[in-house]
Nanobody, 115 residues
Framework: QVQLVESGGGLVQPGGSLRLSCAKS????????MGWYRQAPGKQREMVAL??????TDYADSVKGRFTISRTNFNTVFLEMNSLKPEDTAVYYC??????????WGQGTQVTVSS
């Protein structure tokens, strides 16, 4: 079993920045992808940004050029969010997808962009 612990999030004005972090409880010896999804009220959960165990990144079109996913070690990933817009308001969920055992999710953290 793997636990994901998220931090960051909060209230920010349009144009502002926030950083989310997600730490997994242990190293994963197989191929995996880690990243962030978000869900706004009344909408489906959508992918925001992913980074694979090999370092390949993927972004939703709506956040390209504004959000950056990175990791400082193999257990923690960060999502730097700049130029935030009201439509970025959502609950952000950390996700770990392990090729052999499936999906793990964090508890979610609220991001609200409002003046």
């Amino acid at each position: 079993q793997v636990q994901l612990v998220e931090s960051g999030g909060g209230l920010v004005q349009p144009g502002g920045s926030l950083r989310l972090s997600c730490a997994k409880s242990r190293s994963i010896p197989t191929e995996y992808t880690m990243g962030w999804y978000r869900q706004a009220p009344g909408k489906q959960r959508e992918m925001v940004a992913l980074i694979s165990s090999s370092g390949r990144t993927d972004y939703a079109d709506s956040v390209k050029g504004r959000f950056t996913i990175s990791r400082t070690n193999f257990n923690t990933v960060f999502l730097e969010m700049n130029s935030l817009k009201p439509e970025d308001t959502a609950v952000y969920y950390c996700n770990l997808r392990v090729k052999t055992t499936g999906d793990y999710w964090g508890q979610g953290t609220q991001v609200t962009v409002s003046s």
